[in-house]
Protein backbone atom coordinates (compact mmCIF):
# COMPACT_ATOMS: atom_id res chain seq x y z
CA UNK A 1 0.00 0.00 0.00
CA UNK A 2 1.62 3.62 -1.31
CA UNK A 3 1.78 5.97 1.45
CA UNK A 4 1.38 8.80 -0.42
CA UNK A 5 -0.57 10.71 -3.23
CA UNK A 6 1.46 11.77 -5.63
CA UNK A 7 1.46 15.75 -5.84
CA UNK A 8 -0.43 15.87 -9.38
CA UNK A 9 -3.28 13.98 -8.47
CA UNK A 10 -3.75 16.96 -5.42
CA UNK A 11 -3.99 19.25 -7.77
CA UNK A 12 -7.96 19.71 -7.44
CA UNK A 13 -7.53 20.77 -4.19
CA UNK A 14 -5.28 23.54 -5.32
CA UNK A 15 -8.34 25.59 -7.53
CA UNK A 16 -6.36 25.20 -10.39
CA UNK A 17 -3.14 26.76 -8.66
CA UNK A 18 0.34 25.69 -8.97
CA UNK A 19 1.46 22.93 -6.96
CA UNK A 20 4.32 23.32 -4.65
CA UNK A 21 7.46 23.35 -6.90
CA UNK A 22 10.84 21.03 -6.15
CA UNK A 23 13.52 22.89 -3.57
CA UNK A 24 16.00 23.15 -6.66
CA UNK A 25 13.20 24.89 -8.79
CA UNK A 26 12.38 27.14 -6.11
CA UNK A 27 15.81 28.31 -5.46
CA UNK A 28 16.25 29.13 -9.14
CA UNK A 29 12.78 31.12 -8.46
CA UNK A 30 13.83 32.90 -5.72
CA UNK A 31 16.88 34.10 -7.14
CA UNK A 32 15.38 35.83 -10.11
CA UNK A 33 12.13 36.97 -8.24
CA UNK A 34 13.81 37.96 -5.18
CA UNK A 35 10.85 36.18 -3.16
CA UNK A 36 11.17 34.45 0.09
CA UNK A 37 10.44 30.12 0.26
CA UNK A 38 8.45 28.13 2.10
CA UNK A 39 10.34 24.68 2.18
CA UNK A 40 8.07 21.31 3.43
CA UNK A 41 10.42 18.57 3.87
CA UNK A 42 9.20 15.47 4.02
CA UNK A 43 9.73 11.19 2.53
CA UNK A 44 7.52 10.09 0.19
CA UNK A 45 8.42 6.84 0.07
CA UNK A 46 8.68 5.92 3.63
CA UNK A 47 6.99 8.66 5.91
CA UNK A 48 3.78 7.22 6.71
CA UNK A 49 2.74 11.05 7.56
CA UNK A 50 3.73 12.22 3.63
CA UNK A 51 -0.10 11.92 2.72
CA UNK A 52 -1.43 14.28 5.60
CA UNK A 53 1.77 16.65 4.98
CA UNK A 54 1.44 17.05 0.97
CA UNK A 55 -2.83 17.67 1.50
CA UNK A 56 -1.96 20.55 4.53
CA UNK A 57 0.13 22.19 2.55
CA UNK A 58 -1.71 22.36 -0.53
CA UNK A 59 -4.55 23.84 1.46
CA UNK A 60 -2.43 26.39 2.72
CA UNK A 61 -0.61 27.07 -0.85
CA UNK A 62 -4.18 27.24 -1.77
CA UNK A 63 -5.40 30.26 1.09
CA UNK A 64 -2.15 32.07 0.89
CA UNK A 65 -0.80 35.10 -1.46
CA UNK A 66 0.35 32.96 -4.03
CA UNK A 67 2.81 36.30 -4.97
CA UNK A 68 4.24 37.02 -1.68
CA UNK A 69 6.37 33.73 -1.45
CA UNK A 70 7.71 30.34 -3.37
CA UNK A 71 6.22 26.87 -2.07
CA UNK A 72 8.51 24.13 -2.29
CA UNK A 73 8.45 20.90 -1.49
CA UNK A 74 11.78 18.50 -0.27
CA UNK A 75 11.15 14.75 -0.78
CA UNK A 76 14.15 13.13 0.79
CA UNK A 77 12.92 9.61 -1.05
CA UNK A 78 14.31 6.18 0.70
CA UNK A 79 14.51 4.92 -2.84
CA UNK A 80 16.57 8.20 -4.30
CA UNK A 81 17.67 8.53 -8.17
CA UNK A 82 21.51 9.79 -8.60
CA UNK A 83 20.26 12.69 -9.64
CA UNK A 84 17.34 13.26 -6.66
CA UNK A 85 20.66 12.39 -4.66
CA UNK A 86 23.04 15.38 -6.08
CA UNK A 87 20.09 17.75 -5.99
CA UNK A 88 20.34 20.77 -3.96
CA UNK A 89 18.99 20.27 0.19
CA UNK A 90 17.76 22.97 2.42
CA UNK A 91 20.29 24.61 4.79
CA UNK A 92 19.19 23.02 8.00
CA UNK A 93 19.37 19.36 7.89
CA UNK A 94 16.37 17.41 9.05
CA UNK A 95 16.71 14.66 11.89
CA UNK A 96 13.29 14.61 12.79
CA UNK A 97 10.66 14.42 9.54
CA UNK A 98 8.20 16.35 8.66
CA UNK A 99 9.81 19.72 8.52
CA UNK A 100 9.55 23.17 7.70
CA UNK A 101 11.77 25.95 6.85
CA UNK A 102 11.26 29.34 5.55
CA UNK A 103 14.37 30.57 3.78
CA UNK A 104 14.69 34.04 2.32
CA UNK A 105 15.71 34.50 -1.02
CA UNK A 106 19.40 33.71 -0.64
CA UNK A 107 18.17 30.34 0.69
CA UNK A 108 19.49 31.45 4.16
CA UNK A 109 16.95 30.33 6.83
CA UNK A 110 14.70 32.26 8.93
CA UNK A 111 12.36 29.44 10.51
CA UNK A 112 12.71 25.94 11.61
CA UNK A 113 10.74 23.39 12.54
CA UNK A 114 10.92 19.61 12.85
CA UNK A 115 8.27 16.50 13.77
CA UNK A 116 5.61 19.07 12.40
CA UNK A 117 1.74 17.89 12.33
CA UNK A 118 -0.53 18.49 9.18
CA UNK A 119 -2.09 20.75 11.94
CA UNK A 120 1.35 23.20 12.29
CA UNK A 121 1.25 23.65 8.31
CA UNK A 122 -2.26 25.02 8.86
CA UNK A 123 -1.01 27.63 10.77
CA UNK A 124 2.12 28.46 9.18
CA UNK A 125 0.33 31.87 7.48
CA UNK A 126 1.05 34.04 10.05
CA UNK A 127 4.48 32.47 10.78
CA UNK A 128 5.46 33.77 6.99
CA UNK A 129 3.94 37.12 7.37
CA UNK A 130 5.73 37.63 10.45
CA UNK A 131 9.08 36.52 9.02
CA UNK A 132 9.05 38.22 6.10
CA UNK A 133 8.66 41.78 7.92
CA UNK A 134 11.48 40.33 10.09
CA UNK A 135 13.71 39.75 6.86
CA UNK A 136 12.44 43.31 5.83
CA UNK A 137 14.13 44.85 8.95
CA UNK A 138 17.20 42.89 9.06
CA UNK A 139 18.53 44.07 5.12
CA UNK A 140 17.04 47.45 6.47
CA UNK A 141 20.11 46.99 8.63
CA UNK A 142 22.38 45.86 6.47
CA UNK A 143 21.85 47.83 3.47
CA UNK A 144 22.38 50.68 6.04
CA UNK A 145 25.63 49.32 6.97
CA UNK A 146 26.69 49.10 3.16
CA UNK A 147 27.61 53.18 4.06
CA UNK A 148 29.03 52.94 7.46
CA UNK A 149 32.28 51.43 8.55
CA UNK A 150 34.25 50.68 11.81
CA UNK A 151 31.55 50.87 14.92
CA UNK A 152 28.60 52.14 13.45
CA UNK A 153 28.58 49.39 10.61
CA UNK A 154 29.65 46.50 13.71
CA UNK A 155 26.49 48.14 15.03
CA UNK A 156 24.17 47.61 12.32
CA UNK A 157 25.34 44.64 11.45
CA UNK A 158 25.08 42.68 14.94
CA UNK A 159 21.32 44.44 15.40
CA UNK A 160 20.28 42.61 11.81
CA UNK A 161 21.48 39.31 13.26
CA UNK A 162 19.75 40.33 16.28
CA UNK A 163 16.75 40.88 13.94
CA UNK A 164 16.59 37.16 13.54
CA UNK A 165 15.89 34.08 15.76
CA UNK A 166 19.66 32.83 17.25
CA UNK A 167 20.00 29.33 15.95
CA UNK A 168 18.63 30.97 12.34
CA UNK A 169 21.01 33.81 12.21
CA UNK A 170 23.82 31.59 13.09
CA UNK A 171 24.05 30.59 9.64
CA UNK A 172 24.70 33.60 8.52
CA UNK A 173 28.68 33.36 8.33
CA UNK A 174 29.09 36.16 5.71
CA UNK A 175 27.99 39.24 8.29
CA UNK A 176 29.55 36.93 11.25
CA UNK A 177 32.97 37.07 9.85
CA UNK A 178 32.19 40.76 9.49
CA UNK A 179 31.49 41.71 13.12
CA UNK A 180 34.87 39.53 13.96
CA UNK A 181 36.62 42.09 10.91
CA UNK A 182 35.34 45.06 12.65
CA UNK A 183 36.36 44.26 15.72
CA UNK A 184 38.19 41.96 16.58
CA UNK A 185 38.35 42.77 20.51
CA UNK A 186 34.65 41.78 19.73
CA UNK A 187 33.73 44.12 22.83
CA UNK A 188 30.28 43.77 22.60
CA UNK A 189 30.18 40.19 22.52
CA UNK A 190 28.23 40.41 19.35
CA UNK A 191 30.43 37.71 17.29
CA UNK A 192 30.64 35.51 20.26
CA UNK A 193 27.05 34.97 20.44
CA UNK A 194 26.69 33.42 17.08
CA UNK A 195 29.67 31.39 17.54
CA UNK A 196 29.62 30.35 21.04
CA UNK A 197 29.09 26.89 21.64
CA UNK A 198 28.72 24.84 25.43
CA UNK A 199 30.92 21.50 24.57
CA UNK A 200 34.06 23.70 22.65
CA UNK A 201 33.72 26.09 25.86
CA UNK A 202 34.30 23.37 27.97
CA UNK A 203 36.86 21.56 26.17
CA UNK A 204 38.94 24.18 25.14
CA UNK A 205 38.71 27.07 27.58
CA UNK A 206 37.87 25.04 30.68
CA UNK A 207 39.31 21.43 30.19
CA UNK A 208 42.50 22.74 28.20
CA UNK A 209 43.72 24.81 30.82
CA UNK A 210 42.55 22.69 34.14
CA UNK A 211 44.95 20.36 32.43
CA UNK A 212 47.64 22.60 31.85
CA UNK A 213 47.07 24.11 35.47
CA UNK A 214 46.05 27.68 34.37
CA UNK A 215 43.38 27.92 36.54
CA UNK A 216 43.67 31.54 36.93
CA UNK A 217 43.56 32.26 33.16
CA UNK A 218 40.17 30.27 32.93
CA UNK A 219 38.55 32.14 35.50
CA UNK A 220 39.74 35.48 33.90
CA UNK A 221 38.98 34.47 30.54
CA UNK A 222 35.05 33.64 32.12
CA UNK A 223 34.74 37.20 33.76
CA UNK A 224 36.28 38.60 30.72
CA UNK A 225 33.25 36.77 29.08
CA UNK A 226 30.63 37.88 31.41
CA UNK A 227 31.74 41.43 30.44
CA UNK A 228 29.95 41.02 26.85
CA UNK A 229 26.46 42.42 27.05
CA UNK A 230 25.27 40.94 23.43
CA UNK A 231 25.56 37.31 25.01
CA UNK A 232 22.14 35.69 25.74
CA UNK A 233 21.18 34.50 29.08
CA UNK A 234 21.29 30.65 28.16
CA UNK A 235 25.22 32.09 26.89
CA UNK A 236 25.81 33.43 30.67
CA UNK A 237 24.17 30.53 32.33
CA UNK A 238 26.62 28.16 30.38
CA UNK A 239 29.54 30.10 31.33
CA UNK A 240 28.88 30.19 34.76
CA UNK A 241 28.84 26.10 34.96
CA UNK A 242 32.32 26.57 33.34
CA UNK A 243 33.02 28.57 36.27
CA UNK A 244 31.68 25.74 38.48
CA UNK A 245 33.59 23.27 37.08
CA UNK A 246 36.64 25.30 37.13
CA UNK A 247 36.47 25.91 41.05
CA UNK A 248 35.22 22.52 41.50
CA UNK A 249 38.53 20.99 40.34
CA UNK A 250 40.12 23.22 41.93
CA UNK A 251 39.28 22.09 45.15
CA UNK A 252 36.92 24.78 45.96
CA UNK A 253 33.59 23.35 46.25
CA UNK A 254 31.86 26.02 48.25
CA UNK A 255 33.01 28.97 45.37
CA UNK A 256 31.77 26.17 42.90
CA UNK A 257 28.21 26.00 44.69
CA UNK A 258 28.51 29.86 44.79
CA UNK A 259 28.86 30.15 41.01
CA UNK A 260 26.12 27.22 40.55
CA UNK A 261 23.66 29.87 42.73
CA UNK A 262 25.09 32.67 40.78
CA UNK A 263 23.66 30.91 37.56
CA UNK A 264 20.34 30.65 38.77
CA UNK A 265 20.15 33.98 39.72
CA UNK A 266 20.78 35.01 36.05
CA UNK A 267 17.36 33.35 35.00
CA UNK A 268 15.63 31.12 37.40
CA UNK A 269 13.19 29.24 35.00
CA UNK A 270 15.73 28.33 32.43
CA UNK A 271 16.50 24.26 32.31
CA UNK A 272 20.01 25.36 33.39
CA UNK A 273 18.89 26.95 35.99
CA UNK A 274 16.59 23.89 37.72
CA UNK A 275 19.40 21.37 36.64
CA UNK A 276 21.96 24.19 38.94
CA UNK A 277 19.81 23.81 41.42
CA UNK A 278 19.65 20.23 41.47
CA UNK A 279 23.41 20.20 41.41
CA UNK A 280 23.72 22.23 44.49
CA UNK A 281 21.18 20.30 46.69
CA UNK A 282 23.16 17.08 45.56
CA UNK A 283 26.11 18.69 46.93
CA UNK A 284 24.21 19.68 50.01
CA UNK A 285 21.59 18.00 50.96
CA UNK A 286 20.82 15.35 53.14
CA UNK A 287 20.29 12.16 51.32
CA UNK A 288 16.69 11.38 53.10
CA UNK A 289 15.90 7.18 52.80
CA UNK A 290 12.77 5.70 52.15
CA UNK A 291 13.94 2.26 53.85
CA UNK A 292 16.71 0.63 55.89
CA UNK A 293 18.80 0.33 52.36
CA UNK A 294 20.78 2.85 50.56
CA UNK A 295 21.48 2.33 46.59
CA UNK A 296 24.27 3.29 44.01
CA UNK A 297 22.52 6.85 43.72
CA UNK A 298 22.05 7.70 47.44
CA UNK A 299 25.94 7.95 47.22
CA UNK A 300 27.89 11.75 46.82
CA UNK A 301 31.26 12.29 46.48
CA UNK A 302 31.97 13.95 49.47
CA UNK A 303 30.17 13.66 53.48
CA UNK A 304 26.94 14.19 52.85
CA UNK A 305 24.55 13.01 55.79
CA UNK A 306 22.29 10.07 55.01
CA UNK A 307 19.06 10.04 56.86
CA UNK A 308 16.93 6.42 57.94
CA UNK A 309 13.48 6.39 59.84
CA UNK A 310 14.28 3.64 62.52
CA UNK A 311 11.21 4.06 64.37
CA UNK A 312 10.37 0.42 63.22
CA UNK A 313 13.64 -1.50 65.06
CA UNK A 314 14.28 1.44 67.61
CA UNK A 315 11.16 0.84 69.63
CA UNK A 316 12.81 1.20 73.27
CA UNK A 317 15.75 2.15 75.20
CA UNK A 318 18.41 0.15 75.02
CA UNK A 319 22.06 -0.81 73.84
CA UNK A 320 22.03 -1.21 69.66
CA UNK A 321 24.25 -2.45 67.16
CA UNK A 322 24.37 -0.74 63.76
CA UNK A 323 25.59 -2.40 60.68
CA UNK A 324 25.67 -1.22 57.39
CA UNK A 325 25.75 -4.64 55.22
CA UNK A 326 27.09 -3.86 51.82
CA UNK A 327 25.93 -5.83 48.43
CA UNK A 328 28.05 -4.17 46.30
CA UNK A 329 30.71 -1.03 45.73
CA UNK A 330 32.19 0.59 49.27
CA UNK A 331 30.31 3.62 50.81
CA UNK A 332 32.04 5.45 53.37
CA UNK A 333 30.05 5.96 56.95
CA UNK A 334 31.28 7.66 60.24
CA UNK A 335 29.55 10.09 62.91
CA UNK A 336 26.03 8.14 63.66
CA UNK A 337 23.29 10.12 65.47
CA UNK A 338 20.18 9.20 66.29
CA UNK A 339 17.88 12.12 66.59
CA UNK A 340 14.10 12.75 67.47
CA UNK A 341 13.14 15.87 66.19
CA UNK A 342 15.97 18.35 67.00
CA UNK A 343 16.85 16.61 69.99
CA UNK A 344 20.14 14.18 69.78
CA UNK A 345 19.18 11.20 71.59
CA UNK A 346 22.79 9.63 71.11
CA UNK A 347 25.32 11.23 69.02
CA UNK A 348 29.05 9.49 67.79
CA UNK A 349 31.60 11.84 66.39
CA UNK A 350 34.89 10.66 66.35
CA UNK A 351 35.29 10.80 62.63
CA UNK A 352 36.13 7.08 62.82
CA UNK A 353 35.24 5.15 59.52
CA UNK A 354 33.43 1.89 59.88
CA UNK A 355 30.34 -0.52 58.87
CA UNK A 356 29.37 -1.43 62.52
CA UNK A 357 28.74 1.26 64.90
CA UNK A 358 27.35 0.61 68.94
CA UNK A 359 24.99 3.05 70.64
CA UNK A 360 23.30 3.32 73.59
CA UNK A 361 20.27 4.87 74.07
CA UNK A 362 19.05 5.92 77.50
CA UNK A 363 15.51 7.85 77.26
CA UNK A 364 13.60 7.87 73.48
CA UNK A 365 11.00 9.80 72.51
CA UNK A 366 9.24 10.56 69.57
CA UNK A 367 10.02 8.69 66.19
CA UNK A 368 14.10 8.03 66.17
CA UNK A 369 16.24 8.69 63.04
CA UNK A 370 19.51 7.96 62.11
CA UNK A 371 21.61 10.62 60.90
CA UNK A 372 25.13 8.96 59.36
CA UNK A 373 28.03 10.78 57.41
CA UNK A 374 28.36 9.28 54.14
CA UNK A 375 30.61 8.94 51.25
CA UNK A 376 30.41 6.94 47.91
CA UNK A 377 34.00 5.50 46.58
CA UNK A 378 35.42 4.79 43.43
CA UNK A 379 32.48 3.96 40.63
CA UNK A 380 29.85 5.11 43.75
CA UNK A 381 28.19 1.35 43.03
CA UNK A 382 28.33 1.16 46.82
CA UNK A 383 24.60 -0.50 48.05
CA UNK A 384 23.26 -2.27 50.54
CA UNK A 385 20.91 -2.91 53.87
CA UNK A 386 20.98 -1.13 57.46
CA UNK A 387 20.85 -4.28 59.84
CA UNK A 388 19.89 -2.84 63.18
CA UNK A 389 19.86 -5.00 66.34
CA UNK A 390 19.35 -4.37 69.89
CA UNK A 391 21.58 -6.41 72.33
Not at 87 to 94: F, T
Not at 185 to 207: C, P, V
Request: with cysteine.
Amino acid sequence: MKLYVPLILLSGVFNCMAAPVPYSEALELAKKDKKNIVVVCTGSDWLPSANDIEKAYASLEKDFPQDKVIWALYDEKEKASEAELKAPKPPIGVWNFPAVQILDSEARPVFYAEGIKPSTLMKLGPIVEKYEKLIDKRDGLWNAAKDKSGEEAYVLIAKGLDAMPEKMARYYKPQIEQLAKLDPSDKTGAHMKYTFGFLSFIEKEINGRIKDQKFDEAKKYIQDCLKKPALTTYQRQMLMAGMFRLQKEQGNLPAALDSLKALVKIDPKTEFAQGAKRMVAYYTQPVKMKNLSWSQGDNRPLWIPMLFDVSSVMKEPGTYEIEFKHRDGHTKFRNPVIKSGNNELVKVSDDKESNKFTVTISKLSGRPILQIDSQGTGWFAGCGDVIITKK
